[in-house]
């Protein structure tokens, strides 16, 4: 009988066990939640959002929109869960999380074809096809494992989760209703900021305690790596005075509605669930103390009287060096029945996460039925990501979110600028997907987009 087992039932863990099942595959889904948790976890059902609750964008023309449009047409249980579960967000894609996991959580242990075993794992078995997407903040032994049977020293970066705040609790007096550019219903509480109150929080922000590492790792603390698109923003306000201005405190395209009245600076807080009693604050990923956090949060117009439900957090992520370990289906070079998926193979983000899983289940399933592999071709957002995670790109590799810059030029030059050509892309894209789903022989295609009969 064909099997797999898959570890971790985090966003990738579900995606690959839902993936693999649904062909007919039985699958073992093995997580240790709830027995053991990872200092960033709390929920023990599948698939917690431990960081922002947003999917980001929605739109086409933004390389992550694409993704989930690609992932929606394959049939992917993620995307199924987040429209179930969606909060308004604008053009964005936000989610209940509880509401969320527990829709995954329902589904996967209800699949005729999955066996839940609730128990950390510890190494990989020889012979038996395995997705480990046991994510960047994999348990020591299991870390340890890898590490010596499979990709040697690791690398590692730290990753910051934004704040929570009883929705009650903010001042409505001073805030307001609005989404950038009127996009959306008015979806955003934003908190307005003289010139002269941003100086304020910005010095106060600059010069506040934050929270020691060496909970989570003791040995990199002078070495602290943070990616980019999950910056803390004590870390971000350090490179200059005008870089929160221009990054998440951007005041362009917010107008109070009551006023008509243009801001220095906007703290915008996003819906955190369906029934709107709680607001994240968008991009004030963190690692400050949390006593520092009240302080100097608190000092954000219309956040005085905030209380706070969840502090901002720090905490290690681990990823492999994948181009030199990984194929482009996610399976290790050495040992092509075990593939990796997630955030420890080097994607960045909650939906690029989602599709690493997506491509290792279905080619897990693939493997244990004696079938050639399918490798999505570069031209899509799906195949471009497990590109870059099997060849890499200039210099050292460093995690990805989806982006246009991995994927090919269109063939043509686009007129009317770097939208125009999005859309292109996307619609090359989403030709390929559809012709894959719809197609009735199996087939593969290389990274330029030519059928080839698997």
């Known amino acids: 009988m064909a099997h797999i087992n898959v570890y971790g039932a985090g966003l990738a863990g579900c995606e690959a066990a839902w993936q693999a099942a649904q062909t007919g595959v039985d699958v073992t889904l093995w997580e240790m939640k709830p027995k053991k948790f990872t200092p960033a976890h709390h929920n023990p059902g599948f698939a917690e959002l431990v960081c922002s609750n947003s999917l980001r964008s929605d739109r086409l023309s933004n390389a992550v929109g694409l993704l989930k449009e690609e992932l929606s047409r394959m049939g992917s249980l993620i995307m199924q869960a987040a429209r179930a579960t969606q909060v308004a967000a604008g053009s964005a894609l936000a989610v209940d ?3 969320f996991s527990a829709y995954i959580t329902d589904r996967i242990r209800n699949h005729p074809r999955i066996t839940v075993v609730e128990a950390e794992v510890t190494s990989i078995p020889e012979n038996e096809v395995t997705v480990v997407a046991t994510g960047p903040l994999t348990s020591d ?3 340890d494992y890898i590490r010596t049977h499979l990709a040697g020293d690791g690398l590692h970066f730290f990753d910051a989760v934004a704040p929570i705040v009883d929705a009650a609790t ?5 805030a307001f209703f609005a989404s950038r550019y009127d996009k959306g219903d008015a979806d955003y509480i934003n908190c307005p900021m003289t010139r002269e109150q941003y100086d304020t929080f910005y010095h106060a922000l600059v010069e506040a305690e934050e929270a020691t590492l060496k909970e989570f790792d003791r040995d ?5 790596k943070v990616f980019e698109g999950c910056m803390p923003v004590e870390v971000m306000a350090r490179r200059g005075y005008d870089t929160l201005c221009y990054g998440p405190l951007k005041p362009v395209g917010l107008t109070d509605p009551r006023t008509g009245a243009h801001s220095f600076a906007v703290v915008q807080l996003r819906r955190e669930n369906a029934e709107g009693t709680m607001y994240n604050l968008v991009g004030f990923q963190t690692h400050l103390t949390f006593p520092e956090q009240r302080r100097v949060f608190r000092l954000i117009p219309g956040l005085e009287q905030a209380e706070f439900l969840r502090y901002g957090v720090m905490h290690r992520n681990t990823y492999l060096n994948s181009p030199a370990l990984l194929r482009a289906d996610y399976s290790v ?19 690029e996460s989602t599709g690493s899983g997506f491509v290792a289940g279905v080619n897990a399933a693939r493997r244990v039925l004696e079938q050639e592999p399918v490798i999505f071709p570069q031209i899509t957002m799906i195949g471009a990501m497990a590109h870059y995670v099997s060849h890499g790109g200039e210099g050292d ?8 810059g991995i994927v090919p030029l269109p063939e043509k030059r686009v007129r009317g600028g770097k939208a125009a050509r999005n859309e292109v892309l996307a619609a090359r894209s989403l030709a390929w997907i559809d012709s894959y789903t719809g197609r009735a022989t199996d087939t593969t295609e290389d990274e330029t987009g030519r059928a080839e009969q698997a």
């Open 141 to 143: 032994p299991m870390a």
């Open 170 to 174: 903010i001042n409505m007096d001073v």
């Open 333 to 351: 070079r050495q040992r092509p029945e075990v593939f990796f998926a997630g955030q420890m193979t080097g994607v960045e983000g909650y939906i």
């Open 220 to 224: 990199v603390q002078k070495e602290l």
């Open 397 to 404: 590799f460093t995690p990805m979110n989806a982006n246009f």
């Open 97 to 99: 999380r509880d509401l």
